[in-house]
């Protein structure tokens, strides 16, 4: 645990506040004429990924928690623990399904996901990678002749994940997905 100070506020720099562990994802120094100088920042919850803005009186006294970023390969699902080995030590680890949120059904195996790692070793967090490119299973065939825009069919996926896609994907076909929405993004060539 580091003491730090509102004027050590850096972009993802991890603190515990209120008992939680938070990331930093933005902060403005504030100083309103003849008050007291404040900072406004928006915190991104590791556990639940839930943001919220909040103000800390200019130099409080912070809890920093040092994280180290790691790279994990995600390789096989044991029960309901998702196995993962770092890509540099190959020490493996599991990790529970519950920390990953509804993004984990875009997950395959061999794709690589960076670790929030604590100093006693501890994973705090999993961050997928924003897109990921996923080969789709199973579509019913767009109806000839429906030329409605922006009109979408379910599609499952390889991972058994079911994404709403344009009429003009067909199984066979690679798809990008944006992990933080759920959504289809583009088709890969």
Same mark, same amino acid.
């Given at each position: 645990?580091?003491?730090?100070?509102?004027?050590?506020?850096?972009?993802?720099?991890?603190?515990?506040?209120?008992?939680?562990? @938070?990331?930093?994802?933005?902060?403005?120094?504030?100083? /309103?004429?003849? @008050?007291?100088?404040?900072?406004?920042?928006?915190?991104?919850? *590791?556990?639940?990924?839930?943001?919220?803005?909040?103000?800390?009186?200019?130099?409080?006294?912070?809890?920093?928690?040092?994280?180290?970023?790691?790279? @994990?390969?995600? *390789?096989?699902?044991?029960?309901?623990?998702?196995?993962?080995?770092?890509?540099?030590?190959?020490?493996?680890?599991?990790? /529970?399904?519950?920390?990953?949120?509804?993004?984990?059904?875009? *997950?395959?195996?061999?794709?690589?996901?960076?670790?929030?790692?604590?100093?006693?070793?501890?994973?705090?967090?999993?961050? *997928? /990678?924003?897109?990921?490119?996923?080969?789709?299973?199973?579509?019913?065939?767009?109806?000839?002749?429906?030329?409605?825009?922006?009109?979408?069919?379910?599609?499952?996926?390889?991972?058994?994940?079911?994404?709403?896609? /344009?009429?003009?994907?067909?199984?066979?076909?690679?798809?990008?997905?944006?992990?933080?929405?759920?959504?289809?993004?583009?088709?890969?060539?």
């Amino acid at each position: 645990m580091g003491n730090a100070t509102t004027a050590d506020f850096r972009n993802g720099m991890v603190i515990r506040y209120n008992n939680e562990l @938070w990331t930093i994802t933005e902060f403005h120094h504030v100083s /309103p004429g003849n @008050w007291r100088a404040f900072v406004r920042t928006r915190l991104k919850n *590791l556990k639940n990924g839930r943001v919220i803005e909040q103000r800390f009186n200019a130099g409080t006294d912070i809890d920093e928690v040092r994280v180290e970023h790691q790279n @994990w390969q995600f *390789l096989y699902v044991d029960g309901d623990d998702y196995i993962f080995m770092n890509t540099e030590t190959f020490d493996q680890r599991p990790v /529970p399904k519950e920390m990953f949120g509804d993004a984990i059904k875009f *997950l395959k195996e061999q794709d690589v996901v960076e670790m929030l790692v604590d100093d006693n070793e501890n994973t705090i967090a999993i961050e *997928l /990678p924003n897109f990921l490119e996923l080969r789709v299973e199973s579509a019913e065939p767009g109806v000839r002749g429906d030329t409605a825009t922006n009109v979408t069919k379910p599609a499952t996926l390889e991972t058994g994940a079911i994404v709403n896609v /344009p009429l003009f994907i067909n199984p066979g076909d690679r798809i990008r997905v944006d992990t933080r929405t759920g959504q289809y993004v583009e088709r890969v060539k």
